[in-house]
């Protein structure tokens, strides 16, 4: 059981849009601590997609994402075949200083 | 640019203990905590818990207090993961990151099979 909630999968066609949602709580989201966003193709390592609503240098602008209160979102806009992977959420939780909280992951097919 | 290298596979039989470690560099060492994260087949990721290379201290998630020990050998740059009891379900692929703000980065794994 993850500590982070996320949807196990979403899909979508070909230049369409998706939105990933991630729900925690009052100790890790909640706290305004950074959200970050992994993308994990198969067979590789994750890859850190957002850091903090910021995009690394190299990942397109199409994937965004927010958050609102104890819960984030990611947002794929225009979707592409390569897009299609598994992504993760990662907060911090205070009842552990220090400590990494994961999403359970979604798994995106890009139909 | 924080790089990471992990020890290789381990095979290991039920019931004993393996320790794997990660090389770290390109930072520096004491100024970050180190996780270690896992990833079962076909699922997700899993914290398994940090070392804090500055002072020597882990801290681990209820679920792995009793199996898990976390150690960083600041001379070495490096830091181990110790698992006891294994089972079966601990074959996975075990992470070495740093995760620290924007700073991110992860090794490339090391394949624990209990079999």
């Known amino acids: 059981q993850s500590v982070l909630t996320q949807p196990p999968s979403v899909s979508g066609a070909p230049g369409q849009s998706v939105t990933i949602s991630c729900s925690g709580g009052?100790?890790?989201?909640?706290?305004?601590?950074?959200v970050n966003w992994y993308q994990q193709l198969p067979g590789t390592v994750p890859k850190l997609l957002i850091h903090?609503?910021t995009r690394p240098s190299g990942v397109p602008d199409r994937f965004s994402a927010s958050r609102s209160g104890t819960s984030a979102s990611l947002a794929i806009l225009g979707l592409r075949p390569e897009d299609e992977a598994d992504y993760y959420c990662?907060?911090?939780?205070?009842?552990?200083?220090?400590?990494?909280?994961f999403g359970g992951g979604t798994k995106l097919t890009v139909l | 640019e924080v790089q990471i290298v992990q020890s290789g596979a381990e095979v290991r039989k039920p019931g004993t203990t393996v320790k794997i470690s990660c090389k770290l560099s390109?930072?520096?060492?004491?100024?970050?905590?180190i996780h270690w994260v896992r990833q079962a087949p076909g699922k997700g990721l899993d914290w398994v818990g940090l070392?804090?290379?500055?002072?020597?201290?882990?801290k681990y998630p209820q679920q792995w207090r009793d199996r898990v020990t976390i150690t960083a050998d600041t001379s070495e740059e490096t830091v181990y993961m110790e698992l006891t009891s294994l089972t079966s379900q601990d074959t996975a692929v075990y992470y070495c990151?740093?995760?620290?703000?924007?700073?991110?980065?992860w090794g490339q794994g090391t394949m624990v099979i209990v079999s």
């Open positions: 903090a609503n």
């Open positions: 990662q907060s911090y939780d205070y009842n552990l200083i220090g400590s990494v909280v």
């Open positions: 009052s100790s890790n989201i909640g706290t305004d601590y950074d």
């Open positions: 990151a740093v995760i620290h703000r924007a700073l991110v980065s």
């Open positions: 070392v804090d290379p500055e002072d020597g201290q882990a």
């Open positions: 390109g930072f520096t060492f004491i100024d970050y905590y």
